[in-house]
């Protein structure tokens, strides 16, 4: 993953939507989208070989507007973000940390984690409570 940090061509638009039942990595069965942000959607999946929830996070895909463009631009560091995380995650073994369980690629563009699967609500609804 340490070499992947330049996007993958090509890039396609969409946001995530209707991905349920989509399998990554022969083995985790997308179910539902359950959130939706500036960098990504989540998705809850069942991992069939362990037979367990887990949380699918899948990189927004924006549509490139050509090299220097800034649309170009914010994909970019969005993509070195995403990646910078899921390996960050992976070394971190705490408590209040999500487990990464595994990375890949949908359409060998698009960058997924799959992590533990925590269904608590969001910060937003915690901290407002």
């Known amino acids: 993953m340490q070499g992947d940090l330049e996007p993958k061509e090509p890039i396609f ?6 991905l ?9 069965v997308l179910e539902s ?4 942000g500036g960098m990504a959607t989540i ?9 367990r929830i887990v949380c699918v996070k899948l990189l927004r895909v924006l ?5 220097g ?9 969005s993509y070195r973000q995403f990646l910078q995380e899921a390996l960050s995650l992976s070394k971190l073994q705490h408590p ?8 890949g690629y949908l359409d060998e563009a698009r960058p997924f984690q ?6 608590g609500g969001n910060l937003e609804e915690f901290l407002r409570a």
């Open 13 to 18: 638009a969409g946001s995530g939507d209707g």
């Open 69 to 77: 463009s800034n649309a170009d631009i914010v994909y970019k560091l």
């Open 63 to 67: 549509l490139r507007g050509g090299s």
């Open 43 to 51: 998705h809850r999946a069942r991992d069939t070989r362990l037979e």
């Open 20 to 28: 349920e039942g989509t399998t990554l990595l022969d083995r985790y």
């Open 96 to 103: 209040n940390t999500l487990r990464i369980y595994d990375f």
């Open 114 to 119: 799959i992590s533990e699967y925590l269904d």
């Open 33 to 36: 989208q359950v959130a939706s």
